[in-house]
């Protein structure tokens, strides 16, 4: 059933594509580009693995740079758009799976994964935990997990109280203790907190190097940013690149990338 509601979401709902590339979306992406570049370095024979690669933006991105990517995409309409985007100079395998199963990949098997989409619509922790378990099994001693996160913070301020839909909320019990979120495959996002994803983490060989306001405060200028002169946006970027690493930024934004090392 989850599965079927997601597929339903990004074949006839979600443009991720377009989100991406919007002044906004962009924001979050050149972010994680930045700490991705910065942890691969120029060593291109290292070897990625996307999980959650969607249509590519990210996969075609690192491909297009010289590196190795394996990209992982459940939905089939996501798969077959990264699929036309791939040049004949690109080493890049696209293949269709879930990130909860790996099998087909051997231990130790990548210097970075990256799993930036497959937390979002995963529900409880059993799962969340089984895509990291099969995140840390295939990452090769010392390589580098990114995984990406939506913030409950972030909903509540600008989706239940920007949208005026608290009240609805409240009056359908969807909000824990402290106004967390109650995440269900019918509202499509997983919404956490730090606590949360801490215990994503508890339990495997992984120590937190850094973690990430991916795209700070980007969504609460999305009505300004698309009047934004060049030179205004290169200075919103500039100045989110310089604070997106401070810990009180973490709540407020939409999405956070934990940058984590296994040990």
Do not use: W
């Not at 991705?36 to 690669?53: H, P, T, V």
């Not at 019990?173 to 994503?200: A, L, Y």
């Not at 609460?220 to 205004?232: A, D, G, V």
């Amino acid at each position: 059933m989850e599965n079927d509601i997601l597929v339903n979401f990004y074949e006839n709902h979600c443009d991720e594509e377009e989100r991406l590339l919007s002044r906004e979306g962009n924001v979050e992406f050149v972010t994680t580009m930045k700490y991705i570049k910065e942890y691969l370095g120029d060593n291109k024979d290292a070897k990625i693995l996307e999980l959650g690669a969607a249509t590519g933006r990210y996969s075609i991105a690192l491909a297009d740079m010289g590196y190795q990517v394996t990209a992982v995409e459940l939905v089939e309409h996501n798969l077959k758009v990264l699929k036309s985007k791939i040049k004949p100079e690109h080493r890049i395998v696209a293949e269709q799976g879930n990130a909860m199963d790996l099998s087909r990949y051997e231990d130790e098997s990548f210097d970075m994964t990256l799993v930036l989409g497959p937390m979002y619509h995963l529900y409880n922790l059993e799962d969340k935990k089984k895509v990291m378990e099969e995140a840390v099994r295939v990452t090769k001693k010392g390589g580098v997990i990114m995984v990406a996160y939506c913030m409950n913070e972030a909903v509540m301020i600008h989706y239940m109280f920007g949208k005026k839909l608290i009240t609805g909320y409240m009056e359908n019990d969807m909000f824990e203790e402290g106004f967390k979120c109650k995440s269900k495959p019918e509202e499509i996002i997983d919404i956490v907190r730090i606590e949360d994803i801490n215990q994503v983490n508890e339990g495997f060989p992984v120590k937190r190097d850094k973690i990430i306001a991916t795209d700070g405060a980007a969504r609460y200028l999305r009505h300004e940013m698309p009047e934004f002169t060049e030179e205004e946006y290169r200075l919103f970027i500039e100045y989110h690149l310089a604070t997106c690493e401070r810990y009180e930024l973490l709540g407020a934004s939409d999405h956070v990338l934990d940058i984590l090392r296994k040990e």
